[in-house]
């Protein structure tokens, strides 16, 4: 299973930025939860949102607050991180993650068995 991450940078305060993950390799068969974190300087990492592939329901970490949104393509097996308003305390690394078994994931993805590399993003005041 591999996971890209794409779409970091930098930008001030207000703006916005989409993430993409793409991720190839799944089991035949299996069901995945596919989600983003982030890990500012200094601080945990942290999960921003989570995606159920069974049936694309989401859930947000505390730090969301209606700005984020998580969506997925099926097609081409990618989710995306839609982050509008931006605020300095939003910089951070983001990666995201993956896990998968054979029953229905949902809700937060609390067991990731494979981390994406990082993708930065920096927002200035």
């Known amino acids: 299973v591999q996971l890209q991450a794409s779409g970091g940078g930098a930008v001030q305060a207000g703006g916005s930025l989409r993430l993409s993950c793409a991720a190839s390799?799944?089991?035949?068969?299996?069901?995945?939860?596919l989600g983003w974190f982030r890990q500012a300087p200094g601080k945990e990492r942290e999960e921003v949102a989570c995606?159920?592939?069974?049936?694309?329901?989401?859930v947000y970490g505390r730090s969301n607050q209606g700005r984020f949104t998580i969506s997925r393509d099926m097609a081409k097996n990618t989710i995306y991180l839609q982050m509008n308003s931006l605020r300095p305390e939003d910089t951070g690394v983001y990666y995201c993650?993956?896990?998968?078994?054979?029953?229905?994931?949902?809700?937060?993805?609390?067991?990731?068995?494979?981390w994406g590399q990082g993708t930065q993003v920096t927002v200035s005041s």
């Open positions: 993650a993956a896990d998968w078994t054979y029953y229905e994931l949902k809700g937060h993805c609390t067991t990731p068995h494979l």
């Open positions: 390799g799944f089991p035949q068969n299996s069901y995945q939860r």
């Open positions: 995606i159920s592939s069974s049936d694309g329901s989401t």
